[in-house]
């Protein structure tokens, strides 16, 4: 069975919140396409194929959202995981460009083959909360051609970000006057009280 791999960096003090977040890279767009047989690397091909060919045919021409499910091309889908992936050769042209170029940590993982054929491929995950996607960085500038981006893991980031939050809150409430034993509507008030904002200051 071919062997394909992962590539994953590390961006340290992420957006200034003093903790690192990791980027898994996926490649898209190549010049040749992998060769490959997807029956070896992809657990029930051949029932996945299956499955495509009959929602193709049973298909509605005439409904806008036929074929728009990954349940309906599951095959396709599963190829998608596998070409996002890499060969030996790009993944370490990957991580030398990385190092090299922009100083970026990376690992180079084997991916753990055959995929399920329900595999998500990374770039159908949705951007927004801990999610979002990012280029790489001077792509023109890169080895590998074709397009390469990566999926951004900024949940580590964001949690730090809410404990920052909450540590200001909590010293602003402190700032106000809480103390222990407090009943509760004395903490509401100390809580209105610590959320006021201070009028600006006239020069």
Do not use: C
């Not at 396409?33 to 029930?44: M, N, R, S």
């Not at 051949?46 to 045919?57: D, G, Q, V």
């Amino acid at each position: 069975m071919i062997k394909l791999y992962e590539v994953n960096s590390t961006i340290p003090n992420y957006a200034n919140t003093g903790v690192s977040v990791s980027v898994s890279w996926i490649y898209e767009h190549r010049e040749q396409p992998l060769e490959i047989d997807y029956a070896e690397v992809i657990q029930d091909y051949e029932e996945a194929r299956a499955i495509t060919r009959a929602e193709k045919a049973l298909r509605d021409p005439d409904d806008p959202l036929a074929g728009s499910s990954m349940h309906d091309d599951p095959a396709g889908v599963a190829e998608i995981a596998i070409n996002e992936l890499f060969t030996l050769e790009e993944a370490q042209a990957l991580w030398q460009y990385l190092k090299e170029a922009h100083g970026l940590e990376s690992a180079i993982k084997e991916a753990n083959l055959p995929f399920p054929q329900e595999v998500m491929p990374s770039s159908f995950i949705p951007a927004g909360g801990d999610y979002d996607y990012i280029d790489l960085p001077e792509q023109e500038a890169s080895p590998l051609p074709g397009r390469v981006y990566g999926l951004l893991d900024r949940s580590p980031a964001l949690n730090r970000l809410e404990a920052m939050r909450t540590v200001a809150n909590i010293r602003k409430a402190l700032q106000a006057g809480m103390r222990p034993g407090m009943s509760g509507e004395e903490l509401l008030d100390i809580y209105l009280k610590s959320t006021e904002e201070k009028p600006e200051e006239e020069d």
